[in-house]
């Protein structure tokens, strides 16, 4: 083997056309998905404090948003729905003319050529905000896994492209495939939040989604931080079970565990970078510290040099912008 100063691993390093020439990773916009929250009501467009540049959307101002979202050549958005009525079980979920279901209708209206993705959970919906039914104090699993199969149902027959379970619930992605199948939906993907860990990266999303929990928390079904080899369980099991995408959240403290899951299975794997890591980012970057443009482009190619083949990410259409523009 070559050695200094024949061997000069700083050669292709000298310009950035030879830099890119040599690159073993890239973001890419194709990898990107944009979630997006959308409100019950009509004219709305609410800023969310700790997400600057996010906001909420009513399903009569998505058009615009969709078209940009389009127009940079993002391939996917995932919705989130915020209603006006809450209770015990989520009622609202499966309801057809529940928010994220005209959501979708007026997307595909709108731009039908772009991928809606839909989560399906219970905790936007609850008085509790729990992601299942309290039972007794806890959370049944079991009682759950019928609710999120109907929410899941409902999406695709307002015209979802992929339905998305986040709950954490065992069984989850069984009772929503079955259902889906049963109603002639096979052709419909699941991307499950296969390893998604109880974690404090969470907070500005519990205020985008009005999603926080009433009472306890949900490390009880969430899981918990110091855990890898769980996760590979959870990731095989969800496989098993249908799912056709895999997704591990948050993105930043699990990029060992990105890496065990990749070099383990082979299916797509999805990486949530959320609202905790994007807040962050943003508080940074407004006070002068940090160059956004920069940061933003080397955290999102950490997760893809970690092995993700997806990134959920609220920085999409500004890296759409810039990759465009390069």
């Known amino acids: 083997m070559a050695v200094f100063p024949q ?19 890239r973001v890419d916009i194709s990898d990107l998905i944009y979630p997006m929250f959308v409100v019950e009501g009509k004219d709305i467009r609410q800023g969310i404090t700790s997400m600057p540049g996010i906001l909420r959307y009513s399903p009569d101002q998505l058009q615009a948003e969709v078209e ?7 391939p996917a958005v ?18 057809p003319e529940g928010v994220v279901q005209k959501a979708i209708q007026a997307i595909k209206n709108t731009v039908p050529e772009l991928l809606v993705a839909t989560d399906v959970c219970l905790c936007e919906y609850t008085s509790h905000g729990h992601c299942g039914v309290v039972s007794n104090g806890a959370i049944d699993n079991d009682r759950t896994l019928p609710l999120l199969a109907k929410m899941a149902l ?3 027959e307002a015209g979802a492209d992929i339905v998305a379970p986040s709950d954490m619930m065992d069984g989850r992605v069984k009772a929503i495939r079955e259902t889906l199948d ?7 993907p699941i991307l499950s939040y296969a390893a998604k860990y109880a974690s404090a990266f969470y907070g500005p999303f519990r205020e985008a989604a009005e999603s926080a929990p009433q009472f306890g928390d949900r490390r009880s079904y969430q899981m918990d931080p110091p855990n890898v080899r769980e996760a590979l369980r959870e990731v095989e099991q969800d496989i098993a ?3 056709d995408i895999i997704m591990i959240k948050p ?25 905790g890591e994007y807040a ?11 160059d956004e443009r920069q940061l933003v482009l080397e955290t999102l190619t950490a997760i893809k040099r970690a092995g993700a083949d997806i990134i959920l990410t609220y920085h999409a259409k500004d890296v759409a912008r810039w990759l465009l523009t390069v």
Not at 10 to 24: D, S
Not at 68 to 74: C, D, H, P
Not at 78 to 87: A, N, V, Y
Request: charged share 25%.
């Open 7 to 25: 061997l000069r691993l700083r050669r292709l390093r000298r310009t950035e056309a030879l830099r890119a020439l040599v690159r073993e990773n």
């Open 68 to 74: 940009e979202v389009f127009r940079l050549k993002i």
């Open 78 to 95: 995932l919705l989130f729905g915020i209603p006006e009525h809450k209770d015990e079980t989520g009622s609202s979920v499966y309801h």
């Open 154 to 156: 409902s999406h695709v």
């Open 182 to 188: 049963e109603k002639g939906y096979q052709h419909i």
């Open 241 to 243: 079970e249908g799912a």
């Open 251 to 275: 993105a930043l403290a699990y990029l060992d565990v990105i890496r065990e899951v990749r070099n383990t299975f082979n299916c797509p794997l999805a990486v949530y970078n959320v609202s």
């Open 280 to 290: 962050m980012v943003k508080a940074a970057c407004q006070q002068g510290w940090l």
